[in-house]
């Protein structure tokens, strides 16, 4: 079973930026498809950025051009470089495979940002 550990997160103020961490264990992760998720008190998850094994990304809507995903295979782990960041951008932020594992979300990273 996957294992997530993400973190990175904090409070911020708009428009500044943070890099957020995610350690994967129990899987091969070099092979998998990843994604960042978040959720916002009272709305659904909702994925934010995946990457592919390749290194290929797609971003929500949302947060194309501020946010970047990456990933690091020797060390098992993948990043979400966060730009430009706005009080919409205040969640949960997980990450998971993709698609999600549903028994493996990890505990994520609160991510604040002031207005």
């Known amino acids: 079973q996957v294992q997530l550990v993400e973190s990175g997160g904090g409070l911020v103020q708009a428009g500044g930026s943070l890099i957020l961490s995610c350690a994967v264990s129990?899987?091969?992760?070099?092979?998998?498809?990843m994604g960042w998720y978040r959720q916002a008190p009272g709305k659904r998850r909702e994925l934010v950025a995946g990457i592919s094994s390749s290194g290929r990304t797609n971003y929500a809507e949302s947060v194309k051009g501020r946010f970047t995903i990456s990933r690091d295979n020797a060390k098992n782990t993948v990043y979400l470089q966060l730009n430009s960041l706005r009080a919409e951008d205040t969640a949960v932020y997980y990450c998971?495979?993709?698609?999600?594992?549903?028994?493996?979300w990890g505990q994520g990273t609160q991510v604040t940002v002031s207005s």
């Open positions: 998971n495979r993709y698609p999600p594992d549903l028994d493996s």
């Open positions: 129990g899987i091969r992760f070099s092979i998998n498809v």
